[in-house]
């Protein structure tokens, strides 16, 4: 049987109120397998990152139900929806989102310190989280220090460092030159199917379209498989 990790039913998010008011997701039914990558792609306003921030509990849904792993978020208050997110989410964005004054591997161990997990054990999980992205070499360099692909790989590992079940990506290879993009692609590609992990992506690059498992567009709010 397929191991369902994300599952939206009838998703309708509104944002805004009176003249300002936005029907940004209209009827969404989704479901996502574990070890599929999963390419999410639109014009801008379309509805893309408002539908990412649904499913990664970061916005909760005007109507319908989002399930992850199985549990069902309805009626979860911030905390919880925070700890779910903690539990069985990573982000990964485009600007990647590293402090200049810490080097990789106390980037990555940011992850671990929001749950709390200051432990020995953290410095060792930091450190196989990247050699998994291919930079246990980079350690103790600092942002300024690494490419912009090498920025998005250690973004990458922070992702990974708490083992999540889901990844969400924004527009990973946004500010990537292509050759450097379709490496990081082939990166969540390996991570989704060696790990039965569940990645969906955002993105522009018609380049990337054959490169996941599955390729979904949303136009309007509405989803066109």
Known sequence: MTNIMVEATDIVKVLGEKAGRVNALRGI???LPGGQLT?????SGSGKTTLLSVLGCMLS???GTVRIRGRSTTGL???ALARLRRESVGFVFQSYHLFPTLTAAENVRLALDVRGDRSPRARSK???ALTTVGLSHKANAFPRELSGGEQQRVA???ALVNDPSIIYADEPTGNLDSHTGESIIELLLEVARH???TLIV???DQHLASRGDRLLRIEDGRLIE
Do not use: C, F, K, Y
């Open 29 to 31: 039914n989704l479901s």
């Open 195 to 197: 790990d039965g992990r």
């Open 61 to 63: 849904p005007t109507s």
């Open 39 to 43: 390419l999410l792609m639109g014009p």
């Open 156 to 158: 990458i590992a922070r």
């Open 126 to 128: 930091a450190d196989e």
């Open 77 to 79: 208050d911030s905390e």
């Open 202 to 204: 955002v993105t522009h």
